[in-house]
């Protein structure tokens, strides 16, 4: 395992727009929920989207001056909930401004049309949820 200030490397290559590396499972992610913007992600507002939408956000994302994001399947998002803390449970100094929010996975639940896992970083619980509702967005890149 990896101390917890080991995992996580945060750059910002591009003022306002962090990039997160996640030193164990090299997957990067965007440093700001959707719509939020600065070091500390405190420009903007936070946005929730619907499935549907937030899978056309992360593809049409350049972030840090990168393109090929996409949103993260339900298996990468839990990666980055932390187990040790509440309310978020996420690490506060990699991605600041997470809100304790259920957040969108890219995969479907039960191989069904009309659900979505979410994860939910209030206590980093997984669940299923309807797409038409609206959750928070994060998004990653690289992987498989």
Known sequence: THAQTARYTKTEAVAGEPLVADNLTGLEWQGCPAELSGSNCTTGSSQTKTWAVALTYCE??????????????RYELRSIADYGRVGPSIDTTAFPATPNNYFWSSSSYAGGTTNAWCVDFSYGYVNGYDKSNTYGVRCVRGGP
């Open 60 to 73: 049409g994302l350049t972030w840090a001056g990168q393109a090929g994001w996409r949103l993260p399947d």
